[in-house]
C-alpha cells in the first residue's frame, strides 16, 4: 500500500541553523504533496505545498525539493527560529491524503 | 476568516460509554474530513464528505464509528461504544474543492482530545 514516512523522528538545531526535514514516498502515482507544521495542542497547519511537474518551491524562509527518482521530498527551513519547534509531516496525494510520522523539531536559543 | 471550529476540545468517559464531536469548516468549503491521531503518530483518515456525500470512509470502523453530514455544512463523529484503544486526538479540516483536484489546501481544527477509561 501507500506510505509516506519522514527519515528521523527528531531534529534538533540550533537558533539561526538552516533545517532540513527528509521524507520518503512509496506511491508513484502522488502528484502532489504538502508540508504541515504541528504546534502542541494545535491541528496541522499548512507550510508549503508541490506539485510532481516541479522540483523546488520556496516560499518565504522555506524551500520543498522533491525527487521523484528516489521518491523523496526535503523541507528546508532558513535561519530557524524558536516558533518553528514543532512536528513536521510530510503528505502525499494518491487517490487520498497519507500522513507520514512526522519529525520533532527542536531550536536550541 | 474563521477558522475550523470543534467541541468539545477535550472528552474523558469509560469504556463502552458514547461519544459525539461536533465540526464547522470553513464557509464555503464543500470537503470536510475527519482524522483520528494516535499520540506519536500521524494523523489516519477516517472519513471524507463531498457537501453531504461520503466520497471515502474505507477507514472508518464502522461498527462503531459513524459520521454525518446532513446539509453540507456541520458535521458530528460518533463512537459507540467506545474502546480503550479510541484514545486519540479527533482532528476535523475543511478544504473548498474535492482533494482529487490536487490543490486544495486542507485546513485543520484545533482537535478534540479524546481519553477512554
Known amino acids: 500500500g501507500e506510505s509516506v514516512g519522514l527519515h528521523l523522528p527528531t531534529l534538533s538545531v540550533q537558533e539561526g541553523d538552516n533545517s532540513i526535514i527528509n521524507c520518503a514516498y512509496s506511491?508513484?502515482?502522488?502528484?502532489?504533496f504538502i508540508w504541515y507544521k504541528q504546534e502542541s495542542g494545535k491541528g496541522p497547519q499548512f507550510i508549503i505545498d508541490?506539485?510532481?511537474?516541479?522540483d523546488k518551491r520556496q516560499g518565504q524562509r522555506v524551500t520543498v525539493l522533491l525527487n521523484k527518482t528516489v521518491k523523496h521530498l526535503s523541507l528546508q527551513i532558513a535561519a530557524t527560529q524558536p516558533g518553528d519547534s514543532a512536528v513536521y509531516f510530510c503528505?502525499?496525494?494518491?487517490?487520498?491524503?497519507?500522513f507520514g510520522t512526522g519529525t520533532s523539531l527542536t531550536v536550541i536559543p | 476568516e474563521a477558522g475550523v471550529a470543534q467541541s468539545p476540545r477535550y472528552k474523558i468517559i469509560e469504556k463502552r460509554q458514547s461519544v459525539a464531536f461536533w465540526c464547522n469548516p470553513i464557509?464555503?468549503?464543500?470537503?470536510l474530513y475527519w482524522y483520528q491521531q494516535i499520540l506519536g503518530q500521524g494523523p489516519k483518515l477516517l472519513i471524507q464528505?463531498?457537501?453531504?456525500?461520503?466520497?471515502?470512509d474505507s477507514q472508518l470502523p464502522k461498527d462503531r464509528f459513524s459520521a454525518e453530514r446532513l446539509k453540507g455544512v456541520d458535521s458530528t463523529l460518533k463512537i459507540q461504544p467506545a474502546k480503550l484503544e479510541d484514545s486519540a486526538v479527533y482532528l476535523c479540516?475543511?478544504?473548498?474543492?474535492?482533494?482529487?483536484?490536487?490543490?486544495?489546501?486542507?485546513?485543520f481544527g484545533p482537535g478534540t482530545r479524546l481519553t477512554v477509561l
Open positions: 479540516a475543511s478544504s473548498f474543492r474535492l482533494a482529487g483536484v490536487r490543490t486544495d489546501t486542507q485546513y
Open positions: 506511491n508513484s502515482a502522488s502528484d502532489y
Open positions: 508541490i506539485r510532481s511537474n516541479m
Open positions: 503528505t502525499g496525494h494518491g487517490n487520498q491524503f497519507y
Open positions: 464557509s464555503g468549503h464543500a470537503t
Open positions: 464528505f463531498q457537501n453531504n456525500g461520503v466520497v471515502d
